[in-house]
T-cell receptor, first 115, second 112 residues
Framework: SAVISQKPSRDICQRGTSLTIQCQVDSQVTMMFWYRQQPGQSLTLIATANQGSEATYESGFVIDKFPISRPNLTFSTLTVSNMSPEDSSIYLC????????????FGPGTRLLVL | DQQVKQNSPSLSVQEGRISILNCDYTNSMFDYFLWYKKYPAEGPTFLISISSIKDKNEDGRFTVFLNKSAKHLSLHIVPSQPGDSAVYFCAASFGTASKLTFGTGTRLQVTL
């Protein structure tokens, strides 16, 4: 597996502001992903963070709302822009490891509350 | 459209007994399945996985069974321990290094 850290671990933000979440891995990985878990819900993929190119977003998620950076193979950021209370969620990054990248390992998550 | 479903939101099992968590999926193109355990305020922890070419995979106290014809998988925990109390998610993917589609989770409570 890999050691994955996220910053911040939690935050309370005002609506209309933006928050950038950082994800750091202790080894180089090709595939990194960003997920969201809304209260009482399952985990949903936001986007795949591609190193050296634009992120690939899932249906319902757009770059203007969730810009992602992936400057190298150990680091990525997710920004939640122009926040509203509906953005209150746990945001998680994951990395794909294993022989063919078949297993994803998750960071501890960032718990966001938007007032 | 919920492609991966866990129909039991909660399960209570006595310590030492077997816990069986179930998961159903609708898309026959899924070819890799995983189980994760999640404690509150932590990220999901990978437990065990199975490829669609197998019907069983075992790792210590954890065994995953896959029934492709029924589009059903289950996680068996034997014996159950109080530390197993958590929310368990099943997830499915198409091929390798691809997005995971998660179920809604089952909260397992192991009682003394």
């Amino acid at each position: 597996s890999a050691v994955i850290s996220q910053k911040p671990s939690r935050d309370i933000c005002q609506r209309g502001t933006s928050l950038t979440i950082q994800c750091q891995v202790d080894s180089q990985v090709t595939m990194m992903f960003w997920y969201r878990q809304q209260p009482g819900q399952s985990l949903t993929l936001i986007a795949t963070a591609n190193q050296g190119s634009e992120a690939t977003y899932e249906s319902g998620f757009v770059i203007d709302k969730f810009p992602i950076s992936r400057p190298n193979l150990t680091f990525s950021t997710l920004t939640v822009s122009n926040m509203s209370p509906e953005d209150s969620s746990i945001y998680l990054c994951s990395v794909a490891l294993g022989t063919s990248g078949e297993t994803q390992y998750f960071g501890p998550g960032t718990r966001l509350l938007v007032l | 459209d919920q492609q991966v479903k866990q129909n039991s939101p909660s399960l209570s099992v006595q310590e030492g007994r077997i816990s069986i968590l179930n998961c159903d999926y609708t898309n026959s193109m899924f070819d890799y399945f995983l189980w994760y355990k999640k404690y509150p305020a932590e990220g999901p922890t990978f437990l065990i996985s199975i490829s669609s070419i197998k019907d069983k995979n075992e790792d210590g106290r954890f065994t995953v069974f896959l029934n492709k014809s029924a589009k059903h998988l289950s996680l068996h925990i034997v014996p159950s321990q109080p530390g197993d109390s958590a929310v368990y998610f099943c997830a499915a993917s198409f091929g390798t290094a691809s997005k995971l589609t998660f179920g809604t989770g089952t909260r397992l409570q192991v009682t003394l």
